[in-house]
């Protein structure tokens, strides 16, 4: 009898891809020799400005022994209250991931579509759940191809997952393009993790288009990244089943006490986004002064960057070498190009500083 047990698993599973993450600075600083102090991570579009101190009250006086509320009454209440919907209308998740999770699993859709480059979880959870996914191109600007969409549509795809600010391109969708989208005969799932940087959001047409569902996350405004909590705005009766079928303690309590506390205190929180926006149109105007740089706008709280001259992966080394993370994404869609996320202002004057270096030693040379 044969007693491998890797012949009881999926077989499709055997050519999943994992999803690639970035290196932790514990991690980086271990490797380069440096201190962990000495690492400047702008590869992850993280919230480098720590939590206020109520949000660290709330979490040091969580009563960690006890369960979850499963049915998040009062995050859900408080997440309404800052969107402008109905409770009923929410559902908290760890992370928009875990809900990108409950949705496919929620349709079982017959193929899913998404718009690349973009967020590789759409396609990594897609195929995690045996769903077959299609991938759209978008043009030289990073617009969306309506028309590829609604192709894939009428090829069978029910699920359209498209993230406004897109990640890594940083461009947001056109109202006219949001108005032909939710006409299509599909569940339209927008991603706004980095609303609070465009200032931006398509939750009032989920009334008028109930096949319309957004998420955001807490991750990236809140700077709660670590926590893991998100969620999600879509019609009442969706709402209710994804509520029924997700994990029952799948927000911990710290999340909720967290999230809770940035929303309550939420213009203290919203500082360091402005923080952010000024550091996000710093980084656009002085790139924008190399040679070797194509800046791309922007509305989220990181710069895509096309290296023109030299490699990006030589580019990526350098600052490497400093202790300065960025991201680079070696794939046919994002040939040459770079992700670097909006930090503290010494941070983007570590950053400047070494691409000078660069500039001085391999360009100019």
């Known amino acids: 009898m044969d007693k491998d047990p890797i012949r ?77 919907v109905d409770p009923k209308q929410v559902v908290a998740g760890a992370g928009s991931d875990d809900l990108i999770d409950i949705v496919i699993r929620l349709l079982e859709p017959k193929m899913s579509v998404s718009a690349v480059p973009t967020f590789g979880m759409y396609k990594f959870l897609s195929n995690n759940s045996g769903i077959r996914h299609i991938e759209v191109g978008r043009n030289e600007n990073f617009e969306i191809d309506i028309l590829e969409i609604e192709k894939a549509v009428l090829k069978g795809a029910n699920l359209i997952l498209l ?49 319309l569902l957004v998420l955001r996350t807490f991750s990236k405004w809140a700077g709660l990244a670590g926590i893991r909590i998100g ?44 923080l952010l926006i000024s550091e996000r149109e710093r980084l656009i105007r002085e790139l924008s002064e190399f040679s070797f740089f194509k800046v791309f706008p922007s509305d989220a709280n990181f710069v895509l960057v096309q290296v023109l001259e030299k490699k990006a992966e030589d580019v990526v080394k350098f600052l490497r070498e400093r202790g300065i993370l960025v991201r680079y994404y070696n794939m046919p869609t994002l040939s040459g190009m770079i992700r670097i996320s909006a930090g503290r202002p010494e941070q983007t004057d570590a950053l400047l500083k070494a691409l000078r270096d660069f500039e001085e030693n391999y360009v100019k040379a």
């Open 163 to 211: 993230a406004s600010p897109n990640n890594p391109t940083g461009n947001s969708l056109r109202p006219d393009e949001i108005e032909k989208l939710v006409e299509l005969d599909a569940v339209i799932v927008i991603d706004e993790a980095y609303a609070e940087f465009s200032r931006e959001s398509v939750i009032p047409l989920i009334e008028k288009h109930p096949n």
């Open 231 to 274: 969620y999600s705005v879509s019609h009442t009766e969706f709402a209710r089943r994804m509520m029924a079928i997700k994990q029952p303690y799948n927000v911990s309590t710290v999340a909720d006490v967290a999230a809770r506390a940035a929303l309550e205190h939420r213009v203290e929180v919203l500082d360091s986004v402005s």
């Open 8 to 84: 009881f698993i999926r077989s499709d599973f055997s050519d999943l891809i994992p999803y690639a993450g970035v290196e932790s600075p514990e991690q980086v600083s271990e490797i380069l020799k440096i201190p962990i102090g000495s690492v400047v991570k702008l590869d992850a579009n993280e919230n480098p400005y720590p939590p206020i101190d109520a949000i660290l009250e709330a979490v040091s006086n969580a009563p960690l022994n006890v369960y979850p509320d499963p049915n998040q009454t009062f995050l859900r209440e408080s997440i309404a209250s800052y969107v402008g």
